[in-house]
């Protein structure tokens, strides 16, 4: 962004505003990722995640209500109405969009660090990553779904299904047996554009170790996961990768 021409903010001209306050937007993301982070490292994940959920309510019920009266929409059952005046597939769409937006963004801080830091830099600060968003994920779709903290096999199998990756891959499950089902990413956005642009698999097994075994352990503690193939590993045409899920 262009250096404000300015002493202090109330100086600023329309369009230098307009550019302050897509900052302060970044500014609030940043300081609720940073709360939620120190919270985590003073009082442990578990808790920190119960505080996030609440802490993420009251501060959002807040915001709209306030940003509601500038922009003229008002709040219903804590949703903004300008999504429920929307239509169906246009919030569909905006649904994808912005799952898609979640890719776009995880994409760029890899090429960021990888740019700066190396491959292997980047693969660590990811994999670290996940295993920090794969448990705050799980619990957000735990809650919205209404899971107990035994959701079993069954709760896992529909929690897969409200993952940010629903909406941007394909992805279906296979029924081993009563205690287990295996998991397939038939089609990966990632992945699949490096095909298209005659690239080898991007090694994600060690990143996939972690994402899909913490997210299954924050569903229910009692699962256990098992990697069938990611790559480097061979793969048919038919997945990128598969999880077995089960409980002993």
């Known amino acids: 962004?262009?250096?404000?021409?300015?002493?202090?903010?109330?100086?600023?001209?329309?369009?230098?505003?307009?550019?302050?306050?897509?900052?302060?937007?970044?500014?609030?993301?940043?300081?609720?990722g940073m709360w939620y982070a120190e919270v985590r490292h003073q009082m442990g994940a578990e808790k920190a995640l119960g505080m996030l959920e609440q802490a993420f309510k009251t501060s959002f019920g807040i915001q709209m209500k306030h940003l509601g009266k500038i922009f003229?929409?008002?709040?219903?059952?804590?949703?903004?109405?300008?999504?429920?005046?929307?239509?169906?597939?246009?919030?569909?769409?905006?649904?994808?969009?912005?799952?898609?937006?979640?890719l776009v963004n995880d994409g760029v801080w890899f090429q960021t660090i990888e740019q700066s830091?190396?491959?292997?830099?980047?693969?660590?600060?990811?994999?670290?990553?996940?295993?920090?968003?794969?448990?705050?994920?799980?619990?957000?779709?735990?809650?919205?779904?209404?899971?107990?903290?035994?959701?079993?096999?069954?709760?896992?199998k529909k929690a897969l299904g409200f993952r940010v990756y629903a909406s941007i891959n394909e992805q279906s499950i296979v029924d081993e047996a009563e205690k287990s089902f295996v998991f397939q990413m038939n089609n990966c956005r990632v992945q699949a554009a490096r095909k298209r642009r005659e690239l080898p698999d991007y090694p994600c097994k060690s990143g996939g170790l972690v994402e899909y075994s913490y997210f299954a352990r924050a569903i229910d503690g009692r699962i256990k996961t098992e990697c069938l193939g990611c790559p480097p590993d061979e793969h048919p045409e038919e997945w990128y990768c598969a999880w077995k899920f089960y409980i002993d």
């Open 72 to 102: 003229g929409f008002e709040l219903v059952d804590n949703i903004p109405s300008v999504l429920l005046d929307m239509e169906e597939a246009d919030l569909v769409e905006l649904k994808d969009r912005l799952a898609k937006n979640w």
């Open 1 to 32: 962004m262009a250096d404000y021409n300015a002493e202090h903010a109330g100086q600023l001209n329309k369009e230098e505003t307009a550019r302050l306050i897509i900052d302060l937007f970044h500014r609030i993301i940043v300081h609720h």
């Open 117 to 156: 830091e190396g491959l292997g830099e980047a693969k660590r600060c990811n994999d670290s990553c996940w295993a920090h968003f794969s448990p705050f994920e799980a619990q957000t779709i735990k809650q919205g779904l209404g899971l107990s903290e035994t959701a079993g096999l069954e709760g896992l």
